[in-house]
């Protein structure tokens, strides 16, 4: 009876969510609160019906049911907090928007953002040679995927660049959008990806960004339909099923393979429970510390020698204080979960709020955004994939560094374009 209704109450949140998602979508085809609001409703909302079916036919322990309760109680109420607030904001700058309209794109402009692309392609490519290079292709040498954070590996900062092929292939299709372009990105992105794949030893990371990316620019252009993109979605998360086997070294058949596919996929796009494990634990509230202690991961040991060897952000303090986890991966406490961590449900309230205002302010700059600074907010997918999954602090520690370097190379194309002008 009490799982009939939390199963009740679960689908009553999902309906509220969705339908807010729904009415918003009607509104407008596109915008980074509709990419936030899908995140968010996969990540909290679509791990339940994989969580009960482990329950009933795996015999998974869950959390107590009244966890489970208040767990989606505060969920929902966070994401009206956030809608509320990105409705009172997006009002404001509604007329802003409208009387601001697109600037128009010169040649300097253009050509400072094709050197910019080619910059940040540049330094993908060059990073992800280098670390081959050191390395080898470590799907084929690491026994477990978690030796990637062990000394047998050299260069590991380099991963953090590779991201970077991203919006250099964003730069170029929003400077000449075509289907052409559209594939291309695909193509170089898949290629890209699964090359990282094997480089890394499993990181699926980049495969999938090609694909969201791909997904993501069909939609709002409309080279696809509905239907197309849940179909491919269907596939994304089957083929990153059969990538986690291969990652984790795993030969599962029949109901073990069901059971594998079931907590995979839930821990991979729903780690809901996550959320709910750190209501149902007493917590030493942390402040706004792991915002900082985040950016300790960006600072080389050589320049610092007294370098704490773990960075107590949210997603440490989860996995080894509240798991007890010390195998050396993070788990992911989700966007509430460290917000809850950092300050309780006051700070959830007031996090989920200034979200609200942020991609209110987003919608707004990418309305008249020139295909650089498109290409820059689009490519920052996967800093909003981090906020929601693994947290504020992470999201903002990515999100400087993803700034600083992609501002790096703008103000050096800017620099050398200047000069052949000149």
Known sequence: MTDLLLTCFYLLCAAAVATLIVRSYQAERFSFHLIFSGLYFVTFFGGFPLSMALK????????????????????????????????????????????????????????????????????????????????????????????????????????????????????????????????????????????????????????????????????????LSAKTVVAVAIFGVVAMFGLALARYNLDVQGQEAIFTFLYLTRDSFSPWENFAHILATDVEFQGLMPIVRDFYVYIPPSLWVDRPDIAWNTANYFTKELLGNRSGLAMSPTLLGSLYLMGGLPLVAVGMGLIGKLFAETDRLFCSASPLWQGYLVGNLFNLIVLVREGADAFVSRWCFFTAVFVACWGLAYILVGKRNG
């Open 56 to 223: 009933y036919g795996f015999d998974v322990s869950l959390q107590r049911p009244e966890m489970l309760f208040e767990t989606l109680a505060v969920t929902t109420g966070g994401y009206f907090l956030y809608f509320l607030s990105y409705r009172f904001f997006d009002v404001r700058v509604q007329a802003i928007t409208e009387r601001s309209g697109v600037l128009s794109v010169g040649s300097f402009a253009k050509n400072s953002a094709k050197v910019t692309a080619c910059l940040l392609a540049l330094l993908a490519i060059v990073s992800l040679a280098v670390f081959v290079y050191l390395n080898g292709f470590l799907l084929f040498r690491l026994e477990k995927y978690s030796q990637i954070f062990s000394p047998l590996v050299s260069g590991v900062a380099l991963k953090r660049f590779f991201y970077f092929l991203f919006p250099a292939l964003l730069i170029a299709y929003f400077l000449a959008p075509s289907r052409r372009m559209w594939w291309g990105l695909l193509s170089v992105g898949l290629i890209f990806g699964g090359l990282s794949y094997f480089a890394v030893g499993g990181t699926r990371a980049n495969l999938a960004l090609a694909v969201a990316f791909f997904l993501l620019i069909g939609w709002k252009d409309r080279y």
